[in-house]
Nanobody, 124 residues
């Protein structure tokens, strides 16, 4: 079992930055692909970014390309999401997820473990 806990969310003005962290426990995540998802009120959950086990391959949704960066530190069992140039439409609950595979995927149902989420609110 892998337990995931997100942190770093909060309220920020448009144009600002936040860095989300996802700390894993229970198992090392060095052999897990990881993803960051978000769900805005009234909308379906969507994949924001994903990273393979080594950090050598990443995926970004078009809406965040060039603004968000996913990274991982396997020694610290932690995954990060650096969010820059934030927009009001980035407001959502952000979830960290782990997939029991080395390679990343965009399929939400392929992720086995989920954190409780952290709220990100971007004011205009």
């Amino acid at each position: 079992q892998v337990q995931l806990v997100e942190s770093g969310g909060g309220l920020v003005q448009a144009g600002g930055s936040l860095r989300l962290s996802c700390a894993a426990s229970g198992r090392t995540i060095s052999s897990y692909a990881m993803g960051w998802f978000r769900q805005a009120p009234g909308k379906e959950r969507e994949l924001v970014a994903a990273i393979n086990w080594s950090g050598g391959f990443t995926y970004y949704a078009d809406a965040v390309k060039g603004r968000f960066t996913i990274s991982r530190d396997n020694a610290k069992n932690t995954v990060y999401l650096q969010m820059n140039s934030l927009k009001p439409e980035d407001t959502a609950v952000y979830y960290c997820a782990a997939r029991g595979s080395l390679e990343l995927t965009t399929r939400e149902n392929a992720y086995n473990y989920w954190g409780p989420g952290t709220q990100v609110t971007v004011s205009s």
